[in-house]
């Protein structure tokens, strides 16, 4: 069977035991170098991929995917015109993409309970509307959703809200609503309500600020205008919300303003690239380092073979035949570190499940307590494009990696070589 010359030798310096124990100890170094670092960032990027999916579904569970609310007037004025909120409904309903439109309406209040006060959001809701129950039912853990009907004056705050003033089921909870008077004095609108119920999300951002009450309930105690209302959007893709809002902006008036989640929680998951970036280059030093070690034991290995090298350019091998075996070697080296490192990250990643409550049964330590965080188990979720990138850049690292020690054994002299063979 043929093989190109430097493909050839390459393989056989790669099979062939060295009797240098220090090159073979640097050569098993840098392909598990390699292959620890290709598996680290599999891990590592697949579970923050696991936490980033799991905030985005607690940040969505009560949050509107996108959302359409009354846009400020070009001077910052007052509006003239209270929008037509049917007709909104009506046209959103038709866009592409969407799959349930919802009223609502919220404000800024403080809850008052004996001598605690808590600033919270108050936000209307109607939950005859399939989107509630499905949303907000799903997270009461306390009472019943169905209790929440209008006229009732009847509210359900969120766990740490009900915590923090100590509310149940059947409490009396008082809301300060802030208002403004024709002639533009501060004043405040008292409202008594009963808890009907206590939802939770397994978020702050939720169960510390948001109260649910009836729909008709919180506009009446809105101020006149229109402000504090809009639509709530639910879509069939939720990555592809900024597509429908764009497409929604085109459908309804001027007048109306669309946002979208990623609008909305920009921070977060600005937050989470960031650290997703930051992350993914310190654990490519792993790899870097091995690369290093593959450089070093190149050398070294040139350095041994010089009288090979020399008698091959001796019997008119060119200077770049030289380089091909050692590119060769190295490129083995550092692919076969890759492939381990892609089925070892790859094994971790996909089994996160199993193996975390292992360690802690091993070790006899909880690594998320449930007492600290809202989660307590660790999500994975693997993402080809990750495990492609991580791929290249390790293949491209190890492969840069067998330039320099090619290139000194290509400029190696056979005369100087083999003057003392």
Do not use: C
Not at 124 to 129: F, N, Q, T, Y
Not at 158 to 186: H, M, N
Not at 299 to 323: C, E, N, Q, S, W
Not at 358 to 372: G, M
């Amino acid at each position: 069977m043929f093989h190109p010359l430097p493909v050839y030798i390459g393989l056989r310096y790669v099979r062939a035991r060295s009797h240098k124990f220090f090159v073979s100890f640097i050569t098993w170094a840098s392909l598990v170098g390699v292959g620890v670092g290709v598996a680290a960032l599999i891990v590592i990027l697949s579970v923050m991929n696991g936490f980033e999916s799991e905030l985005r579904e607690r940040l969505l569970s009560l949050s509107a995917q996108v959302r359409v609310i009354a846009a400020p007037a070009p001077d910052g004025g007052a509006r003239t015109a209270v929008p037509d909120w049917q007709d909104a409904a009506r046209r959103a309903r038709a866009v592409s993409g969407v799959t349930d439109v919802a009223p609502y309406a919220e404000l800024q209040a403080l809850a008052v309970r004996g001598s605690q006060m808590l600033p919270v959001v108050l936000r209307g809701v109607d939950p005859s509307l399939e989107a509630t129950v499905r949303e907000l039912g799903a997270a009461v853990t306390q009472g019943h959703l169905k209790d929440l009907v209008p006229g009732s004056a009847r509210v359900i705050p969120g766990e740490l809200i009900a915590e923090r003033l100590g509310l149940a089921v059947g409490d009396q909870l008082t809301l300060l609503v802030p208002t403004v008077s024709a002639d533009g004095t501060p004043q405040g609108k008292l409202r008594g309500f009963a808890v009907a119920g206590v939802f939770e999300v397994g978020l702050q951002d939720h169960d510390g600020t948001l109260v649910f009450a009836p729909l008709d309930e919180v506009r009446s105690l809105l101020p006149p205008g229109g402000g504090g209302q809009g639509l709530r959007i639910r879509v069939g893709d939720v990555l592809a919300a900024p597509a429908v809002a764009a497409r929604l902006r085109r459908a309804l008036p001027g007048n109306l303003e669309v946002r979208d989640w990623t609008q909305d929680n920009s921070n977060y998951f600005r937050a989470i690239r960031i650290e997703k970036t930051m992350m993914s280059l310190i654990l490519l030093l792993i790899v870097a380092v091995a690369a290093f070690n593959i450089v070093a034991m190149l050398v070294m290995v040139v350095t041994d073979k010089r009288t090979d090298i020399a008698i091959l350019r001796t019997f008119g091998a060119a200077p770049r035949r030289v380089m091909g075996i050692f590119i060769t070697q190295g490129l083995v080296i550092g692919w076969l570190g890759v492939a381990l490192g892609l089925v070892l990250g790859l094994l971790l990643a996909l089994n996160v499940e199993t193996i975390e409550p292992f360690l802690e049964r091993t070790f006899h330590f909880q690594i998320l307590d449930s007492d600290v965080y809202y989660s307590s188990t660790i999500p994975s979720e693997v993402h080809a494009g990750n495990v492609l990138v991580i791929a290249l850049a390790a293949l491209l690292l190890t492969a840069l990696a067998t330039i320099y020690p090619a290139l000194r054994a290509a400029r190696t002299a056979p005369a100087e070589a083999l003057r003392y063979e």
